[in-house]
């Protein structure tokens, strides 16, 4: 069901899909989701605004720590269905996982040529110090383009605004949760909103093209010293498994004990897709500056490069998911840029 406000110029689509931004403590004292109309109550500031806001929510609200990718094909359907009328999207979600849905949704729209805003906040809307009020007007604006039409997916959390793809939530306490180690900040709000245009990707020249298969048969597997072959076997031997992210160590670095590479050519053998990412906040995998990443490089594992870990999920997911027959083109692809999820050149060959 949508709710109309009044009519004025630029429009933008908000659309509610739960966390704490509309929560409610139960008689317990836990933090629940409640509807939609809860927020106009807290945040009558809406009607004021110079852009025209239509609000609408998903079927079912969840805490973001239940989001699938079936939510994440829920919150695409709802944008790709209103996508002609809006000049933007703000989509009000979990602090927890919203991360991976920004950078699911970016892989999900290719030639996107409107703003797609995510936003949430650490304290319910209801409280009085939340920061919720902020973000969510931030992300208002920032969604209704007047001032620039950002033909991206994002994330606005505490007077920041970051690519989808590359951030991550950094802290369950601070306003500011997100940080985007590997590519600077799109925007800054402060008495108005300063955008770094170069930032920014340019225009596709394509038509917009929603793809909503996500395959979930993939594992990560997080190295630590005295991880056990046990362990590490059981994780490649799970049945049908299509594609393995490893989080290294330093710039993509791993034991170089007999069993752990036999234990991945065993994968590898299988079909399975292996990457490499690196358990660092900043910085890429380098494969080949250390000897301990030389035998991952030699058997076939592919390079991250600075990919998040939300990123390199969602991406493999919807690569497998969308190219289910072509192995070769989803390894490819895994090594290539994008939606601007890794420090390289976005050109027509990388083109899904
Ligand atoms: N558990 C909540 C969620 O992600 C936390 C938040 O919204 O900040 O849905």
New binding site residues.
Partial sequence: MMHQMETRHNKVLLIYT????GMVQDESGALQPFAMERIYDALPLLHRTEYHIDSCQLEKII???NMTPEFWADIATKIEEHYDDYDGFVVLH????MAYTASALSFMFKNLTKPIVLT???LPLGMLRSDGRENIICALEIASGRQLQIPEVTIFFESHLYRGNRSTKVSAENFDAFSSFNYPSLATAGIKISYKEHLIMPFPEGKLKVRKKFDRRIAVLKLFPGITPEVVRAIVRTPDLQGLIIETFGSGNAPTESWFIEALEEALSKGILILNVTQCKAGAVQMRQYQASCDMDRIGVIGGHDITIEAAVTKMMYLLGNFPNDKDKVRDRLGKCLRGEISMDINDSNDE
């Fill in positions: 739960g966390g704490t931004i805490d973001s720590s979990g602090t927890d996982t949430g906040s650490q």
